[in-house]
């Protein structure tokens, strides 16, 4: 495996491989302290790609003033050791002078699906994103990119950007992994207090409980499970909703409180996002048309 950071040396070394015949280029864009998403990943990467590139950049122009950009957890050495046991082929580690040696006067913006969720909390935090995928897509030329559900948002909007461009890279999402007892891994985890940590459970908790609500019958509208995550997360008196939101997926439409879940043709999905202290947490779940009596 390849540690490398500069721009120039991973182009020559993708082409270089892509020369000697590897086969499809697979991308894994991560702010890096790696965990156990991150490395589900990798796995797929490495099922579907026969050169596998990991990146991990704490992307400055997608944290907001005030936010965790100088904070961000941060381990190299245990990262690198990661990826190698994941059978990653080459991590690309740039310094912020490397990604952006002057201030970017070029952005990637997608509207609309960008001003609700996080992007209503987090103003100009999805032109950040964009704006560097869109330079590793241009400097790394994947086949594949993977991107978790954890960030079901991001998905969306980064799949929208890809289809509005005609950007030449198949998006393939990925799973949500969670620790045992529920809770989303995350790298902002480790702020959570052990007390905070107990109560974060109403996140996954909420979730689990709306969809054996809407399996068996109990909550029939939209309106019906907006309240159920509501309730249920206020049971925590440490978390603090920011939002908890069901919306049509990937076209990030609120559904109206009439609206029944089991009419749907689309999927709908279920967002949260929760504050405990000064840690902002994300979930999500997603919601499958019925068909033929039952959800899937
Ligand atoms: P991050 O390092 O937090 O920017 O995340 C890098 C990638 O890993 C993003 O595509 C995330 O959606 C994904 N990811 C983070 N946490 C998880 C998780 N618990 N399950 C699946 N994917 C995740």
Do not use: W
Not at 23 to 52: C, D, F, I, N, Q
Not at 206 to 226: C, D, F, H, K, N
Not at 276 to 296: E, M, W, Y
């Amino acid at each position: 495996m390849k540690v490398i950071r500069t721009i120039a040396e991973l182009r020559s070394e993708i082409q270089d491989r892509q020369q000697s015949g590897y086969g499809p280029v697979g991308l894994v864009p991560t702010m890096g302290y790696l965990h156990e998403g991150h490395a589900s990943l990798m796995r797929k990467a490495r099922e579907m790609s026969g050169t596998v590139v990991i990146s991990i950049f704490v992307n400055p122009i997608q944290f907001g003033p005030g936010e965790d950009f100088e904070t961000y957890p941060r381990d190299e050495a245990r990262d690198v050791a990661l990826a190698e046991s994941e059978g990653v082929d080459v991590v690309f580690i740039p310094a912020v002078q490397e990604m952006y040696p002057q201030p970017t006067k070029t952005k990637i913006s997608v509207a609309e699906i960008t001003s609700l969720l996080c992007g209503a909390s987090r103003p100009g935090h999805f032109d950040g994103v964009t704006t560097v995928v869109s330079k590793l897509f241009n400097i790394i030329k994947p086949d594949y990119a993977f991107f978790g559900m954890k960030d079901a948002q991001q998905v969306a909007v980064i799949e929208q950007m890809v289809r509005d461009l005609n950007m030449d890279v198949t998006i393939v999402p990925c799973p949500i992994i969670r620790e045992a007892d529920g809770l989303a891994l995350s790298s902002r985890n480790v702020y959570l207090k052990p007390e905070e940590r107990e109560q974060a459970l109403v996140l996954s908790g909420s979730l689990r409980t709306a969809q054996e609500a809407i399996q068996q019958g109990q909550a029939a509208t939209a309106g019906e499970i907006r309240a159920h995550l509501r309730e249920y997360i206020s049971r925590s008196p440490l978390a603090d909703i920011e939002y908890a939101e069901l919306l049509t997926f990937p076209e990030l439409v609120p559904v109206e409180d009439s609206y029944r879940m089991v009419d749907g043709d689309s999927p709908v999905i279920m967002a949260l996002a929760v504050r405990f202290g000064r840690t902002r947490l994300i979930d999500n779940a997603l919601i499958q048309p019925k068909v033929g009596g039952s959800h899937v």
